[in-house]
């Protein structure tokens, strides 16, 4: 098979991560070159790769303004940058990896999936549950038709208490106005999985949720703004960011993320976790932050033939997510971060647990979403060699109508009525 080479346009922590299957497998994928603002980040994947100094900027637009170098591009900028860089690299023949969402606005995530189609490039969006070997099963348990024609599911995202409070109270993902709203940031993973899953079009979307605790009505008495400027509840708070980003030394992960360093074979040093600590949102007090998006939301959804699925997001737990699938025939429940699928069958009243025995079982903050990382970028090497698909592959038009579905239901969660999602769409297509 043909070598894939790829540019990267945004290094942080999706860019890193995607980066990666070019170390562990040099004969599918190269790293060429490289866009990224935080000098430190752009080092690292310099190094790393043994990209040539004149292929490494600063700025995006920069390199999309030279001639195509690469096969592909992956584009994991913060969510309000994907539309431009996106647009720019199909227009110059790009395939593309985009990292999730497509954009934070819905005429642009069609405009993306139509320009793809014009110019004939592959845009792959970053949904990688679909990629999972957990889901991956569990689709292939409904294609079987083991428990008939699917009826019903609940699906639930637990974000976890320390991911949410990292990414969503203090991180970069914490304000709608500059980010996204949690359910298309987050959540849009889930609204395409379901879809994958059932294998029918949304019709109507029903939505609620709110910011409930992590606000400054749940703020202790005597909290300061920082945690590091001594508050009185620091040694029982497990949200305290002293402890969290400057006591463990040897969490890489949340000491780089917190100082904006590179992932690369670094560990930030107390000097600059101390920094972040007094000057970033990473120091904030989670009850006093500046924070907008909901902490729980729940999504009710109607498809076509009238199955129906419930959607709950919330960082009130461990983390991980967890599936029940009904259908005339039997039903199955799994929890990804264990990997096991529980089959029930009414006619023979038997019940059979079957393992993804693959599966990358860690689907906290620190994990590659059970496997799924891996399993896309080799998938989307291979499309782009031979043309041949997988089961988990979808067009960017799809991916398009699966994000217009969450953008309904954020209509729906701020105007109170349950919205038809096939009229929502016509405003776009």
Known sequence: MKKIS???????????KYSRYAISNPDKMEIVGVAEPIRSRREAMREQFHIPEENCFSDWSE??????????????????????????????????????????????????????????VHVIIGH??????????????????RIGKVVNIDHVEGVGDIHYSHSFVRGSWRREEDSAPMLLAKSCHDFDLLQWLIDKNFTRVQSFGSQTHFCKASKPEGA?????????????????????????KQNAWFRNAATMNPEFDYIATDEEVVRALRETPYGYCVYDSDNTVVDHQTVNMEFEGGVLATFTMSPFNRGGRKIHVMGTEGEVYG???????????????????????DM?????????HGGGDSRMIKALCELIATGE??????????????????????????????VDVTEYEKRFL
């Open 335 to 357: 929890d990804a971060g264990v990997g096991d699928l529980t089959i029930f069958t009414y006619r023979d009243r038997k019940t059979v647990v079957e393992k993804s025995s």
């Open 224 to 248: 300061p703004k920082r945690c590091i400027e001594g508050c009185p509840h620091g040694k029982t708070c497990v949200y305290n960011a002293v402890k969290r980003y400057y006591d463990d």
């Open 6 to 16: 790829f540019i990267v346009i945004g290094a942080g922590n999706r860019g890193a």
């Open 63 to 120: 390199i999309l303004a030279r001639p195509k170098m690469a096969d592909a591009a992956i584009i994991s900028t913060q969510d309000q940058m994907h539309y431009e860089p996106a647009m720019r690299a199909i227009e110059l023949g790009y395939h593309l990896l985009l990292e999730k969402p497509m954009s934070h606005r819905p005429e642009e995530c069609v405009a993306i999936a139509k320009a793809a189609e014009e110019k004939g």
């Open 360 to 368: 990358v079982q860690d689907e906290s903050i620190l994990g590659g």
């Open 128 to 145: 990688v549950l679909r990629y999972a070997p957990f889901f991956t099963a569990l689709r292939r348990i409904i294609e079987s038709g």
């Open 389 to 418: 698909t997988s089961v988990s592959y979808c067009s960017a038009m799809t991916s398009a109508r699966n994000h217009l579905a969450v953008f309904a239901a954020e209509e729906s969660r701020h105007t109170g009525t349950v």
